[in-house]
């Protein structure tokens, strides 16, 4: 049974695209009432301007801690990684609850957020209380959380293809390689120069390779699930599309005897209380205009007997199961709330 009071949320960040699609959902969401709208260089506009499809008649304010206790009960970061763990401490003394959709508290060892993103921390504490917000595999530390870290776009993707093979021991977790590809939307909505339509455009190109700040999010779950250190080979690609990630991921069997219809078996029964993954049916391969505008993830299981690999093709849109959807789908598990309510479960297509 969910809470049937309204709940009291602002969202910092709102005229980005996190914030944007965090705006859409919430404002349709029958437990929540947008109470706060944030944002630095937007600060002062009202939101019509910046969206006018969205006709939601609020005005973007500067952020301030005080405004933000006394009018929300949840609070939704989703700025540039670096400043979160400055206002989350700060939000959850004066008893508001926190769903960052940055960075900065996805790490459970913060030497390995300092590695990777370079920020120095002062707020140790406080990062320890904040749970993982992948529900498929986390769900149940969600109810009593205070502080959320959501996931990265290319973890969740490429996390939900990989968690039944390392839970179930089924694959070699150090054979681990992930090929993904996102949308130019992933790379957010401020003007940067290989973003634009002319150089990302009819072109297609891998970055970050062996160096991409998503590999240590990876391993970290990926270690936990295992049960030991793990390391991955993950590169990512940018494609000629606004929305989605499709994560193709390859591993060594321990058993090279499974076959594909077996695989499926057992992903079906790790996700069978998952309403958001969908194990399509063995030989359908999943799409990322599938999951457009949905909090869906799709899932394939492909065996190939020749190398003694299995072959995940994962398929999510990375502004909704990638980040804003996903932050609703947790928002929903702390308040005692259906994962799937205000979410949309059917995408457009074509
Ligand atoms: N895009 C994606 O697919 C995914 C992104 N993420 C993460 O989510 C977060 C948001 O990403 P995204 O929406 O793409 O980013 P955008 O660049 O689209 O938006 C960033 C937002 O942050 C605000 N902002 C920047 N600096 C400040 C500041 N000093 N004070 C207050 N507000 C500030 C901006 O406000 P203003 O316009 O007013 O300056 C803007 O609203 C990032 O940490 C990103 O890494 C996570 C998963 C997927
Ligand atoms: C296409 C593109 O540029 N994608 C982004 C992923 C954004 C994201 O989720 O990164 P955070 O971990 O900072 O939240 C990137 O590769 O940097």
Known sequence: MGESKQIRVGIVGASGYGGVQLVRLLSEHPHADI????????????????YPHLAVPLTVEAVSVEVIVNRCDVVFLSLPNGLACELAPQLLARGCKVLDLSADYRFANLDIYQTWYGNDRSDAGTNQQAVYGLPELFGEC?????????PGC??????????????????????????AKSGTSGGGRQAKEHLLL??????????????????PEIEQICSRLAGREVMVQFTPHLVPMVRGILSTVYANLRDP???????????????????????????????TKWAWGTNRCFLSIEVDARTGRVIVMSAIDNLMKGQA?????CFNL????????????QSFYP
């Open 142 to 150: 969600l109810p009593e959380a205070r502080l959320v870290g959501c």
């Open 198 to 215: 002319a150089e990302a455009d009819n072109s297609l190109a891998a970055y970050g390779v062996a160096k991409h700040r998503h590999t």
């Open 35 to 50: 109470t706060y709208l944030g944002g630095n260089s937007s600060a002062g506009r009202e939101y019509v301007e910046i």
């Open 154 to 179: 290319y973890p969740t993707a490429s996390l939900l293809a990989i968690a039944p093979l390392l839970k179930q021991g089924l694959a070699q977790p150090d054979s681990l390689i992930i090929d």
């Open 325 to 329: 959807g996903q932050a609703v789908q």
């Open 334 to 345: 702390m308040h005692g709330l259906d994962q799937q309510m205000g979410l949309p479960k």
């Open 257 to 287: 005897g499974l076959v594909r219809e077996d695989l499926h078996t057992i992903y079906s029964t790790f996700y069978r209380r998952s309403p958001w993954i969908t194990v399509l049916p063995t030989g359908v391969y999943p799409q």
